[in-house]
């Protein structure tokens, strides 16, 4: 008899246990955004997470913490309770924090429930400046090394990046650190610098204006929304290696030790986000990059983000850039 009872509370135990799992989400979710708000990252972060809220049945509370390239944000994350109820929506310096010195963190620290966007750089200048063409850009830099400036969000980001392949191709740019994307954007508008390469979701209004003079998408393919704007492996072929990847990469994750149960749950809530009517037209609108539908199963986002690091760490690292070799993490060379 008294195994019997106990066998039963055991059963009942099970039961509960699975009833706990399949719960989930049973209380609200915050969402950290490690950067300010009414950037990119936050704009992004912010439509996926009234999305989520309707396939989840939760509401997400969306919080930002700015701060050290986003690492802040980052490792609260990571210190908070692996149960899917603190999740992280990314840029692209998760890759390249540890050969910066930045912080502890990588990719692997995470799980990425699904890449999200590519936000597609675009090399302009200003409506005064004498440069009409990428062509004409070139070779002026070609005549004048060291001479041109470039301004940049800060040294390791995607736009510092951006003058990193130049260098690659003997192009010597002077490179100029602003505060932020946004400001070195004004910089080449208020002509204090030559030209500069901001994400088009903060460009399209200066376009459309006439303050700018966009000379190529920095890429080996035109967008869609601008098919007139050229891609610069159309100027300089040889760099295909190093366009073929976006260099602004938006990502949503969790811890690395969360339950699969929770996992495969938010994997499931976001693929029906992601093939929302909403989303698609956001994204379209904003003429950004579809990663979310290009890298679908486990093994293709690994080997995307793989790639994408050892791209971009081993370059920084050449450079001078990064003071920590990527073969300290065990980052290959591409």
Same mark, same amino acid.
């Given at each position: ?34 950067? !300010?708000?009414?950037?990119?990252? $936050? ?22 913490? /700015? !701060?050290?390239? !986003? ?7 990571? $210190? ?74 800060? *040294? ?23 505060? /932020? ?19 088009? /979701?903060?460009?399209? /209004? ?20 601008? *098919? ?28 690395? $030790?969360?339950?699969? $149960? ?15 009517? +909403? ?48 073969? +300290? ?6």
């Amino acid at each position: 008899m008294k195994k019997l009872v106990s066998v039963l509370l055991l059963l009942a135990l099970c039961a509960c246990c699975a009833l706990a799992q399949a719960a989930y989400p049973e209380r609200p979710i915050t969402m950290i955004i490690p950067y !300010g708000a009414g950037g990119t990252t $936050d704009v992004y972060g912010r439509t996926l997470a009234a999305l989520l809220e309707k396939e989840l049945g939760q509401s997400i509370t969306c919080v930002n913490q /700015s !701060g050290a390239s !986003g690492s802040i944000g980052s490792q609260f994350v990571k $210190d908070s309770d692996s149960d899917g109820y603190t999740v992280l929506v990314c840029a692209e310096t998760m890759g390249t924090y540890r050969t910066m010195g930045v912080s502890e963190l990588g990719y692997d620290d995470f799980t990425v429930i699904s890449p999200l966007v590519g936000d597609p750089k675009i090399i302009v200048v200003g409506k005064d400046s004498p440069y009409n063409t990428m062509d004409e850009l070139l070779a002026a830099i070609k005549e004048n090394p060291g001479k041109l400036t470039m301004s940049h969000s800060g *040294p390791g980001g995607s736009g510092h990046n951006q003058g990193l392949v130049l260098g690659e191709f003997g192009y010597d740019v002077a490179m100029i650190s602003f505060n /932020s994307g946004n400001e070195a954007l004004l910089g080449v508008i208020g002509n204090q610098v030559d030209f500069t390469n901001p994400n088009i /979701s903060t460009l399209s /209004s200066y376009i459309a204006s006439g303050d700018v003079k966009p000379l190529a998408v920095f890429s080996n393919t035109r967008l869609e929304a601008y *098919p007139d704007i050229p891609a610069f492996t159309e100027f300089l072929p040889e760099a295909e290696n190093y366009v073929n990847i976006p260099y602004t990469v938006l990502s949503f994750c969790v811890n690395n $030790d969360t339950p699969d $149960d929770i996992v495969a749950a938010l994997k499931e809530a976001t693929a029906k986000a992601l093939a929302s009517a +909403e989303w698609q037209e956001f994204v379209t609108k904003n003429a950004a990059d579809k990663i979310f539908e290009m890298y679908t199963t486990d093994e293709e986002i690994k080997g995307f983000y793989d790639h994408w690091q050892s791209v971009v760490t081993w370059m920084q690292y050449d450079a001078g850039v990064a003071p920590i070799s990527p073969e +300290e993490f065990g980052i290959a060379r591409p």
